[in-house]
């Protein structure tokens, strides 16, 4: 059996599914006794996997356009997505930071971009059409009961078949890089740097100052930053490591699919051998959080590539990590050495306990399902629905049990 993208995970399934019809999958599922949909595999932990496991790239594939929405099938990438929208001439709001992933695998687990303004990619679910365990295809629409519910469903209601997505008229973007920026300018004006552009990355290795910060935004960005010079070539997140795979900046107006992304949706995306990990915090805690972790900085920076700080607007999805708070996200690229890894995240969740962070769904962490029920109000909701739409819990599995259900 394949491992996942970071290569710390092999799947322990027995089988791979690929059906090419809607009713195949239904006999699947409805045969399955414990069963799962993998996305692209970009998760860092077995969320997605079962003794049974489906891919949904054989399904028909087609692309349909309403009003200024757009419907898939979920097992599309956002870069084959966004092929399809600059053909029409049209555009998402925000994307994460890799074009790889799916559709389907990215809203389940609330996979973000940055932005204060911009929510989470889970928010552009105008509708969803699920699978059932019961064989059954349910569409859900923005506003319908149980819709919050759903949209960041963990894998665990069903298998995502089909989604429509807000989409918009095609935008120019620019991107910038900024260098060295003083920790004492970050924690003063936190604010001012996360509203400086319409999507902010602070990237860093918790040393003598913010290695770089990458700001991409629909109007020109120009000058220096707070202090920090603006960067005069391109440059990798990875300080040292070579730019190719990274998208253009200096400026240098491109559409917003080549420039929301970090990295080329052509080229092997971040550092390859890695281990990820994200906490969101209430973004009033913010700065009280990243200094938390600048106090750990000599004993993680060793086992890290690189931090990324972000900020996302709150949402009323049950499930998201950014439910009703605009948050913080504070995310570690490890290096691949798993145990030194999850003691590092020991020390990383004891020093953000103080905040509140929840953890993000596909990335490591330790915290199991007694600390993290307190932190969703609207877990026992997602507990009920569970029970409705998988009364036979044919999709949950070990992932589900350890961090959510008590
Ligand atoms: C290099 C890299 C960069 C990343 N950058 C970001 C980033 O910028 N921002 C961010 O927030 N995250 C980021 N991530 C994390 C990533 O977005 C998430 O792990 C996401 O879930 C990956 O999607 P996937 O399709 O690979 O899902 P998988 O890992 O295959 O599956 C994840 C979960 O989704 C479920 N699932 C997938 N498809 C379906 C479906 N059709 N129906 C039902 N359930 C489904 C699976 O069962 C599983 O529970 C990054 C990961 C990598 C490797």
Do not use: C
């Given at each position: 059996m394949t491992t996942n993208w970071g290569g710390n995970y092999t799947y322990r399934a027995n089988v791979v599914h690929r059906p090419s019809s809607?009713?195949?999958?239904?006999?699947?599922?409805?045969?399955?006794?414990?069963?799962?949909?993998?996305?692209?595999?970009?998760?860092?932990?077995?969320?997605?996997?079962?003794?049974?496991?489906?891919?949904?790239?054989?399904?028909?594939?087609?692309?349909?356009?309403?009003?200024?929405?757009?419907?898939?099938?979920?097992?599309?990438?956002?870069?084959?997505?966004?092929?399809?929208?600059?053909?029409?001439?049209?555009?998402?709001?925000?994307?994460?930071?890799?074009?790889?992933?799916?559709?389907?695998?990215?809203?389940?687990?609330?996979?973000?971009?940055?932005?204060?303004?911009?929510?989470?990619l889970a928010t552009q679910v105008a509708a969803l059409e699920?699978?059932?365990?019961?064989?059954?295809?349910?569409?859900?629409?923005?506003?319908?009961?149980?819709?919050?519910?759903?949209?960041?469903?963990?894998?665990?209601?069903?298998?995502?078949?089909?989604?429509?997505?807000?989409?918009?008229?095609?935008?120019?973007?620019?991107?910038?890089?900024?260098?060295?920026?003083?920790?004492?300018?970050?924690?003063?004006?936190?604010?001012?740097?996360?509203?400086?552009?319409?999507?902010?990355?602070?990237?860093?290795?918790?040393?003598?100052?913010?290695?770089?910060?990458?700001?991409?935004?629909?109007?020109?960005?120009?000058?220096?930053?707070?202090?920090?010079?603006?960067?005069?070539?391109?440059?990798?997140?990875?300080?040292g490591a070579d730019p190719v795979n990274a998208t253009p900046q200096l400026g240098q107006p491109g559409l917003w699919s080549d420039r929301l992304p970090h990295f080329r949706s052509g080229f092997m995306p971040s550092a390859g051998d890695e281990i990820q990990s994200e906490y969101l915090v209430d973004r009033r805690h913010g700065p009280g959080a990243i200094e938390a972790i600048l106090r750990l900085g000599d004993r993680i920076r060793p086992l890290l590539y690189i931090s990324e700080i972000r900020t996302i607007a709150a949402d009323e999805l049950w499930l998201s990590p950014q439910h009703g708070r605009d948050s913080v996200g504070i995310h570690f690229t490890w290096k691949r050495e798993q145990d030194s890894v999850e003691r590092a995240l020991a020390e990383v969740e004891r020093a953000l306990e103080p905040f509140a962070p929840r953890p993000h769904w596909g990335k490591l962490f330790l915290a199991d399902a007694a600390k993290i029920a307190p932190l969703y109000e609207r877990l026992p909701d997602f507990v009920a629905l569970l029970g409705r739409l998988d009364p036979r819990g044919a999709f949950r599995n070990a992932w589900l049990e350890r961090h959510l259900l008590r």
């Open positions: 809607l009713d195949e999958l239904s006999e699947i599922v409805v045969r399955a006794e414990r069963v799962r949909v993998l996305g692209t595999q970009h998760s860092f932990s077995d969320i997605a996997d079962a003794p049974e496991l489906i891919t949904l790239d054989g399904l028909p594939g087609e692309t349909t356009f309403e009003g200024a929405t757009v419907t898939v099938p979920a097992a599309l990438t956002y870069s084959q997505l966004a092929d399809r929208l600059r053909e029409e001439g049209l555009a998402l709001r925000n994307l994460a930071s890799l074009p790889h992933i799916s559709v389907g695998g990215a809203i389940a687990t609330a996979t973000h971009g940055s932005g204060n303004r911009n929510g989470n699920l699978m059932t365990s019961r064989g059954e295809l349910t569409t859900l629409s923005r506003g319908a009961p149980d819709f919050d519910g759903v949209v960041v469903g963990l894998g665990s209601l069903g298998a995502v078949t089909r989604v429509t997505l807000d989409v918009e008229p095609a935008y120019d973007m620019h991107q910038r890089v900024f260098e060295h920026l003083s920790w004492d300018m970050l924690f003063e004006q936190f604010d001012a740097i996360t509203a400086a552009a319409d999507s902010v990355s602070i990237f860093t290795l918790w040393s003598d100052d913010v290695d770089q910060i990458w700001l991409k935004n629909r109007a020109e960005i120009e000058g220096e930053l707070l202090g920090a010079a603006a960067a005069t070539a391109d440059r990798h997140p990875i300080p």
